[in-house]
């Protein structure tokens, strides 16, 4: 087909969903980008999202929450005494999945990191205490001794978006793959969605481009199977999926009492919890309804629920969700040989964008679109077994993810040193409270492997600044 043939296609398809203002500079144009602007808009789903725009753009999406929510049941961190046996052989056979190289580490890390305004892919993020090795590194060195550990292969699969696809490859080759093998690390690319005015209209990011946004962690369950990534899983005899996200380099992504549980459980995806902070902290909770365990947002559980006491007085939610998964590679692939559709949930952000009128760049200072994602934990009621395990969160929970305060970098850097002095004193070295340690993964990925380090101080001082 022409390309004028193509124009007029695509303009009626356009005008009937009220967006051929996307095609309002098209004569100005040069030939390539009018071809790639007319590829970029032939890509999308245009009923489907004209159907969107109406439900959440336009307007915030009714929450549809069922009509009993309990608190969803957890196994504790430390084994209760009748489960002791149970949590023994979820070890056991957490250990014989990693040992059979039947594990593959997953991290997302196609989101754009608003919040921390660095200049890069947030994995190219300078994370440790005193080294300040990035997050990347962290996860590689991380993976490479638990390789060791195990005497495995445990390939790494990174989901990038079109923002830091690019970057981040070269950030991997540029280092070497921090001693990894490239061939057990893949990169592949999560999908994009329009970003929209809150008036309903899809934004242009240049004369000759719609602006987009990634479509939410939630696209990992897509993209792992569009991209090959499953494929390639399959073929390597992996049947569990560990997944994290690229902000937390406390994450502890070989954990056999996880990965054993979730297995011995027959679950399908499965989580990692920590006890909130108060009933009203900033996280997802957990929570049962018809049997099927779900994640309700913060904002959108009922206040009455929120404070809802037992009859000990204690809040019933306490379980907060910190987005660590075990995914199973059968379930995604169940997931994805039918039509499966997570919710869209709606968030207003800053989008530079070109004004219609004078054609010029405008970079909002205040929130002034419309972006949808969808998010990995709306696949949790889609299961038929799902577990949740607690985890302790200074042991497993440091993320970066604002430029600074909470969930910033010294906040994520206090946590790495503060746990890497706990460890240290259960192997009996003697350490300052305000001691620096910066405890590289490659020495140990848990307590347990410090016995076997080699050339570990008798004590640390006050104030002093170690790298083990
Ligand atoms: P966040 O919710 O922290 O979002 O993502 P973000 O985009 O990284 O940061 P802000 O909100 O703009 O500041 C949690 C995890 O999910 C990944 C992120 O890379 C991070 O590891 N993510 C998020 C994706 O991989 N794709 C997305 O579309 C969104």
Same mark, same amino acid.
């Given at each position: 087909?022409?390309?004028?043939?193509?124009?007029?296609?695509?303009?009626?398809?356009?005008?009937?969903?009220?967006?051929?203002?996307?095609?309002?500079?098209?004569?100005?144009?040069? +030939? /390539? $980008?009018?071809?790639?602007? *007319?590829?970029?808009?032939?890509?999308?789903?245009?009923?489907?999202?004209? %159907? =969107?725009?109406?439900?959440?753009?336009?307007?915030?999406?009714?929450?549809?929450?069922?009509?009993?929510?309990?608190?969803?049941?957890?196994? +504790? /961190? $430390?084994?209760?005494?009748? *489960?002791?046996?149970?949590?023994?052989?979820?070890?056991?056979?957490?250990? %014989? =999945?990693?040992?059979?190289?039947?594990?593959?580490?997953?991290?997302?890390?196609?989101?754009?990191?608003?919040?921390?305004?660095?200049?890069? +892919?947030?994995?190219?993020?300078?994370?440790?205490?005193?080294?300040?090795?990035?997050?990347?590194?962290?996860?590689? %060195?991380t993976i490479i001794k638990a390789q060791r550990k195990y005497g495995s292969i445990i390939p790494w699969y990174i989901m990038t978006s079109p923002i830091n696809d690019e970057p981040t490859r070269a950030f991997f080759k540029e280092h070497n793959y921090f001693g990894l093998n490239p061939k057990d690390v893949m990169f592949f690319q999560q999908g994009t969605i329009p970003s929209f005015s809150t008036e309903g209209k899809a934004l242009l990011a240049s004369p000759g481009q719609m602006a987009t946004n990634p479509d939410g962690h939630g696209g990992s369950l897509r993209a792992l199977h569009v991209s090959g990534a499953i494929a390639d899983m399959e073929q390597r005899g992996i049947e569990q999926i560990s997944y994290f996200q690229v902000d937390n380099p406390l994450i502890n992504i070989t954990d056999p009492l996880f990965i054993g549980m979730h297995a011995i459980d027959g679950a399908q995806m499965s989580s990692k919890m920590v006890v909130k902070v108060a009933p009203d902290e900033k996280v997802g909770n957990f929570t049962l309804s018809d049997g099927r365990i779900m994640v309700i947002e913060y904002s959108d559980l009922p206040k009455e629920l929120e404070q809802k006491l037992d009859a000990?007085?204690?809040?019933?939610?306490?379980?907060?969700?910190?987005?660590?998964?075990?995914?199973?590679?059968?379930?995604?692939?169940?997931?994805?040989?039918?039509?499966?559709?997570?919710?869209?949930?709606?968030?207003?952000?800053?989008?530079?964008?070109?004004?219609?009128?004078?054609?010029?760049?405008?970079?909002?200072?205040?929130?002034?679109?419309v972006k949808l994602e969808t998010f990995v934990f709306d696949a949790l009621p889609l299961c038929q077994m799902s577990i949740v395990l607690e985890t302790i969160r200074e042991n497993e929970f440091g993320p970066i993810k604002n430029a600074e305060g909470v969930d910033s970098a010294v906040t994520s850097r206090q946590l790495q040193s503060q746990r890497a002095a706990r460890?240290?004193?259960?192997?009996?070295?003697?350490?300052?409270?305000?001691?620096?340690?910066?405890?590289?993964?490659?020495?140990?990925?848990?307590?347990?492997?410090?016995?076997?380090?080699?050339?570990?101080?008798?004590?640390?001082?006050?104030?002093?600044?170690?790298?083990?």
């Open positions: 087909m022409t390309d004028s043939a193509r124009y007029q296609q695509v303009l009626s398809t356009l005008t009937q969903v009220g967006q051929e203002h996307l095609l309002h500079f098209y004569d100005q144009l040069d +030939p /390539a $980008a009018q071809t790639q602007l *007319l590829d970029q808009l032939e890509q999308q789903d245009w009923p489907q999202l004209a %159907e =969107l725009i109406e439900s959440h753009v336009k307007q915030s999406p009714e929450i549809g929450l069922p009509e009993s929510i309990e608190p969803a049941p957890y196994y +504790p /961190a $430390a084994a209760p005494e009748q *489960l002791t046996k149970k949590y023994d052989l979820a070890v056991k056979h957490g250990e %014989e =999945l990693l040992r059979a190289g039947k594990v593959a580490a997953f991290v997302v890390a196609g989101g754009q990191g608003t919040r921390l305004g660095w200049d890069g +892919p947030k994995g190219t993020y300078p994370a440790t205490p005193i080294q300040r090795k990035p997050l990347f590194q962290v996860f590689a %060195e000990d007085g204690k809040p019933m939610f306490i379980a907060g969700s910190i987005a660590i998964h075990i995914i199973g590679v059968n379930f995604v692939k169940q997931l994805n040989s039918g039509r499966f559709a997570l919710p869209y949930h709606r968030a207003i952000k800053k989008v530079p964008h070109v004004d219609l009128a004078t054609g010029e760049l405008v970079e909002p200072t205040e929130p002034n679109a460890w240290l004193r259960t192997t009996g070295v003697e350490v300052a409270d305000d001691a620096v340690i910066e405890l590289s993964p490659l020495t140990a990925i848990a307590p347990e492997d410090l016995q076997q380090a080699e050339g570990l101080p008798q004590r640390i001082d006050p104030g002093q600044r170690t790298v083990l």
